[in-house]
């Protein structure tokens, strides 16, 4: 009920509303753009990115859903979109470094750690979160929705707009995926 209202302010423009769904939101938001990004400084970007179009899209929002559902599939769309932009960013960098321009492409640095991993285990997430990067675009979003937000296989479903069933499916082949990187990748450092 008090969200309800919330929303209602939002909608008619209140910026004070708007403040109030950033500080109790903002937190929840970054996390799962960094979940998905894996770098802290376009978490941060792509985070206020996500209230920039919470602000001018809230009139989308219908109420069909929890509005922190629909919170959810803003930010994962907002960071699956920034991570598609990055990429073909880096391929024309790389095209263009090939007809002699001098411009290198950005990389990402390599040693990224989520800052909730404890000290003694930073090798290891380090290779983790190395790997899943490499899963396809709906495992990752998937996996990192439930194993790093900690969302049930029903909210992770509401918000990539599938069944549970189908979830579930995408959970188990990035598990089966990882699994088997992992376990090629600790066969060959032997």
């Known amino acids: 009920m008090v969200e309800q209202l919330l929303i209602d302010r939002l909608k008619q423009g209140e910026e004070s509303a708007f403040r109030e769904i950033v500080e109790t939101r903002q937190g929840m938001v970054y996390n799962t753009v960094l979940g998905l990004l894996q ?29 922190s559902t629909w919170l959810y599939r803003v930010a994962v769309t907002t960071a699956l979109e920034f991570l598609r932009k990055k990429k073909r960013k880096k391929r024309f960098a790389f095209v263009t470094s090939l007809f002699g321009e001098n411009n290198q492409p950005r990389h990402d640095p390599a040693d990224f750690v989520h800052p909730g991993v404890q000290l003694d285990n930073r090798e ?9 990067k490499k899963l396809p675009e709906n495992q990752r979003v998937a996996f990192s929705l439930h194993k790093v937000d900690g969302l049930s296989y029903q909210e992770v479903a509401q918000v990539m707009e599938t069944t549970v069933a189908a979830v579930e499916s995408l959970i188990h082949r990035a598990r089966q995926n990882l699994k088997k990187m992992l376990k090629d990748h600790y066969i060959e450092s032997r």
């Open 39 to 67: 770098n802290a400084e376009d978490a941060e970007d792509v985070s206020q990115e996500v209230f920039i179009k919470v602000f001018e899209s809230i009139h989308q929002f219908k109420g069909e859903s929890a509005f």
């Open 124 to 132: 290891n997430a380090r290779l983790l979160l190395a790997t899943i």
